[in-house]
């Protein structure tokens, strides 16, 4: 079984934290949300190799970061696009990966930016035992949340109906960007695009082969985080942290009061601050500034403010 990481989007939600780094590299914890689901890849002995899905923009921060990563499985594999108006959608470019890496067997795909509370050889164990195409569903319990994904209608654990991002939900259990196709399913991405349909969204994708046989969805409970917003970034690290702080061994914090869920990267120091659900990145500095909800990128100066749901790009000075 191969699997596929799809790490090529250019998340410009969250500029300028990721401007100059993917997304998928967000710290939380002592691990990135990348790293998280490689170990699950990694551990699981039915997947023989992870190809990592990305674009030539970050092909090569991508390849330096596996290089030096504790991982054997994942190998780069690179969409020719640099621009987000350039990308052809996330179907076409597993169509593009399934031709270019000559994959011919069972194949799991998983976003990138996914944070998901369960194993993946969870999933990898209900696809086995339904031997059709596969999808991880989430119930959000909003159905204004509902209207930004697939959605998906059941009878059992059957898939019998699915719509990409509705206008007017009649449930809220949405698909979560993490599937399994079996290797006789794969040609068929091909007669997808073939035959003139939405390249982009997978919803899409799910919802034409639904109509030509049996989809069934693996539901879980627990926690599932899109890390696409400066919200729902931090309340990953939240949920990760589990109301804790995290405070590298190199940063400095003194005379100040850290909440909860608040994340000191390598190098930084903070005085006479208070922060709460924060996140530092390395080598920058705090002092006498309350900060809440706020991104703070590397080597970053702040002094005697108060800052609440921002996102500071990196080497910025504000006084």
Known sequence: MKAVVLAGGYATRLWPITKHRPKMFLPVGDETVIDVIFEDLEEDDRISEVFVSTNERFAETFEEYLAESKFEKPTLSVEETVAEDEKFGVVGALEQLIDRENVDEDMVVIAGDNLLSFDVSEFVDFFEEKGTPCIAAYDVGSKERAKSYGLVELEGDRVVNFQEKPDDPNSTLVSIACYAFPEETLPKFDEYLQSGNNPDEPGWFIQWLQQKGDVHAF?????????????????????????????????????????????????????????????????????????????????????????????????????
């Open 219 to 319: 539901t879980f409970d627990g926690a599932w985080f899109d890390i696409g917003t400066a919200e729902s970034y931090l309340d990953a690290v939240s949920w990760y942290l589990d109301g804790e702080n995290f405070v590298h061994e190199s940063a400095t914090v003194t005379d100040s009061e850290l909440g909860e869920n608040v994340h000191v990267m390598a190098n930084s120091v903070v005085e006479g601050s208070t922060l709460e659900k924060t996140v530092i990145f390395s080598d920058s500095t705090i002092r006498n500034a309350d900060i809440k909800n706020t991104i703070v990128d590397e080597d970053t100066h702040i002094e005697n403010l108060d800052l609440s749901n921002a996102l500071i790009g990196a080497h910025s000075h504000l006084e």
